[in-house]
Every structure is written in C-alpha cells, then in structure tokens.
C-alpha cells in the first residue's frame, strides 16, 4: 500500500535527488531511469506538486536507457507533466510508453500508458478527435486482467475519466475501493474528481460539502486538496458567496500556487456575475492567455465558467474597450492578476462604469487604493 511504500523510499529523496544530478552527469542512463521513475513516484504517492520536473533530466540520455527502464521513466514522466507541466510532451512520452509496454509484451503497463494519454490528449487544444479515438482504444481493452492498482488509477485519473456514466456516486464508489486497497493517493483525487463532475452537474451545495469533508480525511494530500478548493471557490462563487470562495482561494494558493490560473478563470466569472466587468475583462484576459500558453483546454466546469463570463463580457462591454483590458490582464501572471483584482482593498466597492462621461476605465480604476 501507499503507506509502506512511503515509509520505505520517502526518507532517501534527498540521496535520490543527488544521485539523479550524478547520473546524468555521468552518462548513466539506466540508473537516470530508475531515478526518474522513483522520484516522479514520490511525487505521486505523496500527491504534491511533480518536484522531478524542477530537476535536470536530459531525455536523448534518458532515450539510451534499456528499453524496460525507458518505458517506466517515460510513463511516470508524462504522468508528472500532466500534473504540471507541458502536456503535449507528456502524451508524446505515454504513447511511447505504451509502444514499448507492447513490444514487451506488459499488457497491463501498456493499458495505463494508454489511459494516461488519453487523459493527456482531452486536456489538449484541437486533439477531441485523438482523445475519442485513444478512448476507444481503451475501451476494446477493458476485459484484460490488470492489477487493481492500476485498473483504479486508470479509471479514477486516466482516460475514463470525462465520460457521462462516471457519476459522482460512482467515484465516491471507486474512492472508497482504493483507501480499501491502501491507495491513499488514488482515494484522495477520486474524492476531488468526484467534486469536479459535481460542479458539472451543477450540485453546488454538494461540492462544498463533500470538499470541506474530505479537506480533513486526506489533509497531507496537498495536490487533490488544492483541486477540490478550486472547485469548491467555484461552486460558491456559483452559490454567491464570494466572500467564502476568496478564502477558499487563499488556501488553495498556499497548498498549491498553480491553481492559480484556474483561479483566475473562477474569479473572471465572479466579477462579471457583480457586474464588474472591466476586473472580468482583465482577468478573462489573463487566463485567455495563459492556457494558450501553457497549450491547456478548460476542463468541462472551466469551460462553463469561461463560457458564461464571455457571454457577460460581450453583452455589456464594448469590444475595443474588452480586448484592451484583455491585452492588460495577458500581460499579467496569474497570481499578480489575482492580487490585483481579486484581494486587493476595493473588492467590494462598486464597479467602475463600463461607460461614463469620463471615458473608458483606465487600468488604474482598477487598482486597490494604497
């Protein structure tokens, strides 16, 4: 189980870190392998942000390894960049994965090299078609005998994921199947996935509760705990408790600083829904650009929520004065916009007119006063 897995590797990270440094120094790429795949699993086990992608790991190396080696750091690999990190490497690394899990005849390694690239393939822009067809894939592939492990994980986080007949009542189901089974870690973003088809089905109040009581059952799971207070900032924005969702946000922020871009997206929606639409422009602005970035499509409760603010925006701003707050809010990160628009002193102050007899808003109407 997680716990003893945790017990047995967690106390010789810092020695890894060191020796992964060495090895790619030195050349050595089956140890560059093991490495890779050890440390990418820490971060999971212990679901935190993906460290391994802050260290130096030099792929054409990584690519010399034995090709057992190679696959395992490559699955584990993309599964940290879908995490945080570029997500067409990462569906390029799953699929290679996959490839050779195939050719070494491990069945079961290669279905979840294929559920993670379907999973990575939905999270990008234009590739609907690809998703659909790698999903399909995994379906012809449902009757193989698998570990439970990997079965959960790849239901629960990989390609089956977004799919209508995955209610909430099913996660909570496969949730308590994998604290069972002693996956803390695939439990804790079961309980998390199941707030984000909540919001989708727009059961707000059920979101919050069910994310305040999980908050304190998987507290050391910092990553699933920093989603579920996303969704939970964004079904209380959606309940009219913005005041709430900001401390929410606050938490969120200090758990995991990158939810801020889906942040920013949930407050665009706040703004416009108070009718403060050049803070909604500046910070629909924001997120516009950063998912372009970062090459990343809204997830299903995202979408909906960009849908909605742009709706706002385009009934009740004139277009030249949106895409010149827009443009402000790109040239902004996510964590400065959010400061700027979301915490900063006037929050709760009335909006600056649209349109006035002074003229456009400028960008310093939106600043909170000194």
């Known amino acids: 189980n997680d716990a003893a897995w945790i017990l047995r590797h967690v106390p010789e990270l810092h020695n890894a870190r060191a020796a992964l440094a ?54 584990e690999l993309s599964w940290a960049l879908f995490s945080d990190g570029d997500h067409r490497l990462g569906a390029e690394l799953a699929q290679s994965a996959q490839a050779l899990f195939e ?24 590739m609907e078609v690809s998703a659909e067809q790698a999903w399909a894939q995994l379906q012809a592939r449902q009757a193989l005998p698998m570990p439970r492990r990997i079965r959960l994980f790849s239901t629960i986080s990989g390609g089956l994921l977004n799919r ?14 994998a604290e069972h089974e002693g996956f803390d870690a695939i439990a804790a973003i079961a309980v998390c996935n199941r707030t984000d088809t909540l919001l989708v089905a727009g059961r707000h109040a059920e979101v919050v509760a069910t994310a305040d009581r999980a908050l304190v059952r998987h507290s050391r799971a910092h990553r699933a705990c920093a989603c579920m207070l996303l969704n939970k900032t964004t079904a209380l924005i959606r309940l009219g408790r913005v ?42 602005g924001c997120g516009e650009h950063t998912r372009g970035v970062l090459s990343h ?5 995202e979408a909906a929520s960009i849908a909605e603010t742009a709706e706002c925006l385009d009934a009740g701003m004139p277009e030249a ?27 709760h102050t009335t909006a600056v007119p649209v349109a006035s007899a002074a003229g456009p808003a400028s960008s310093g109407d939106l600043l909170p006063a000194s």
């Open 164 to 177: 209508d007949y995955l209610s909430p009542e099913r996660l909570e189901t496969l949730g308590r199947e």
């Open 321 to 347: 004065q949106r895409r010149e707050l827009m443009a402000l809010g790109a040239a902004m990160r996510g964590i400065e916009a959010l400061a700027i628009k979301v915490f900063g002193q006037e929050h």
């Open 243 to 284: 005041a709430e969702a900001e401390a929410a946000a606050r938490q969120a922020l200090r758990m995991m600083p990158a939810v801020a871009p889906s942040l920013v997206d949930a407050f665009a929606l706040a703004a416009a829904r108070e009718g403060r639409l050049a803070d909604a422009a500046v910070l629909h």
């Open 22 to 75: 060495q090895c790619a120094a030195q050349g050595a790429a089956d140890d560059l392998a093991r490495l890779v795949t050890a440390l990418a699993m820490m971060d999971w086990m212990l679901c935190r942000q993906a460290d391994i992608l802050q260290a130096e790991v030099p792929l054409p190396l990584l690519a010399q390894a034995a090709p057992r080696l190679r696959a395992g750091a490559w699955l």
């Open 297 to 301: 499509a809204p997830d299903r409760a």
């Open 103 to 126: 050719a070494l005849d491990e069945p079961a390694l290669a279905y979840r090299a294929l559920a993670q690239h379907t999973r990575l393939l939905e999270t990008l822009p234009g």
